[in-house]
DNA sequence: TCATCTCCTGACCGATCGGTCAAGATAGGA
DNA sequence: TCCTATCTTGACCGATCGGTCAGGAGATGA
């Protein structure tokens, strides 16, 4: 009776609510993925979902507003991963299990993967804040660990930027790049051995680049 | 007055025709990478061409044909750029030749290197054809190679086509990631100063990585 | 000069898409 | 049971986009 606000209605979290955004979510990440952010039709992630296209708009309110929700689950997911990184002291250890943990990301989350590519590719209209903040300073952090590593004589001396960009490119390749990488080693499907010999290959060649002696 | 086969007019190379047709393709391109296929309008490509709407689909038919032109027009420079590779014996040479080679056109071809990456990334529906052959016979020839370097004790065995995803992934993020890279770095734009600190930091981990002893 | 290509372009069309809406179905606490 | 908030959905709408077309403007060679 009071302020008519024009929220989106039930903010309270319902199991149906909850469990219907889930499906969609999930259906929109796979379609944004394939199809690129125009060329997703919310039509197609209602039919991916299993429902009306009414009821995506219905929970989402805008297709911008699902894009949204779509891209800050994937900057969570690999935000929280990212944190694992200097739990250790030993470079060899760090960059190994660094390495290995995106690496698996891009197998077990290629979709999401893909999206923030697209994303990044057209400008990051979404993201320009978060990489100028909290990525940046992220960034920072860690090539002050580098760094360190460096003064210690654990490492030769390395720009750590430009080792952070090798190392996100290197992992990220297998999502995004994904038909590409299949192509050229003639095969259908990655397979655990592939990605196995992937991590192989990229840690040897940078770890035997970074350390000394 | 014989056949009225319906095809695109002017199959001769008039100056006009010529010029026009380059000048679409400039916008094609910088509008294909910036928005990707469907979020390209042939309205947008034809303000940026400065030229009609009508006069797009004069010259190329369909949005779909221009955007095939752009491809094959982009996929015909990094194809002629590849060709350097094993001109040399030596792996140190050759591979930074390469890498150096692939951050320049990533520097001077960023647009080009966006549209790639689109492609790839939605599955390569129009490529899907020539990475399973062209690049992948390239691909095969370079493994060779890099594995007769093995062979010959000039480098480390390692599996030469991930090595060859290594590459390709970490020059082309420049291109493709710019965004990302600029803001990490904290820089506006990237300078020469940049991609030679880029160059650097690859090559030397890469080959340190590589090299025997 | 005339004929005949090629080039140019505003106006238009059908299809598709994001988003709305009204009305019915359902769930759940009092 | 009844009431209310939430959920569901087909039908619909305005906007935009790719593509067409008719007809005028230029160019070119005989």
Redesign the interface.
């Known amino acids: 009776m009071s302020a008519p606000v024009k929220t989106l209605p039930g903010t309270r979290k319902s199991a149906i609510r909850q469990e219907n955004q889930a499906h969609i979510l999930l259906a929109a990440e796979k379609v944004f993925?394939?199809?690129?952010?125009?060329?997703a039709t919310t039509g197609l992630i209602a039919e991916v979902a299993g429902v009306p296209k009414a009821n995506v708009h219905y929970y989402f309110g805008t297709k911008e507003n699902l894009y949204r929700h779509v891209l800050e689950d994937i900057v969570a997911t690999w935000f929280a991963a990212a944190a694992e990184f200097d739990s250790l002291d030993d470079p060899e250890a760090a960059i190994s299990h660094y390495v290995r943990l995106k690496l698996r990301l891009s197998k077990e989350r290629p979709m999401g993967s893909?999206v923030f590519?697209?994303e990044?590719?057209?400008?990051?209209p979404h993201l320009?804040g978060y990489?100028?903040t909290t990525?940046?300073q992220w960034?920072d952090a860690k090539a002050a660990v580098i760094e360190r590593w460096a003064e210690q004589g654990k490492i030769?001396p390395?720009?750590p930027?430009?080792?952070?960009?090798?190392i996100?490119?290197?992992t990220?390749?297998?999502a995004?790049?994904g038909?590409?990488?299949r192509?050229?080693?003639?095969v259908e499907e990655l397979t655990d051995a592939d990605y196995e010999?992937?991590a192989?290959?990229?840690t040897?060649?940078?770890?035997?680049?970074?350390l000394a002696g």
Chains 1, 2 share one sequence.
């Open positions: 993925a394939e199809y690129g952010y125009k060329g893909k590519a697209n990044i590719i057209h400008g990051a320009i990489l100028q990525l940046r960034a030769r390395v720009d930027r430009h080792l952070l960009f090798m996100w490119a290197t990220q390749t297998y995004d790049f038909v590409q990488v192509a050229v080693l003639g010999r992937a192989e290959t990229l040897t060649v940078i770890l035997r680049g970074l």
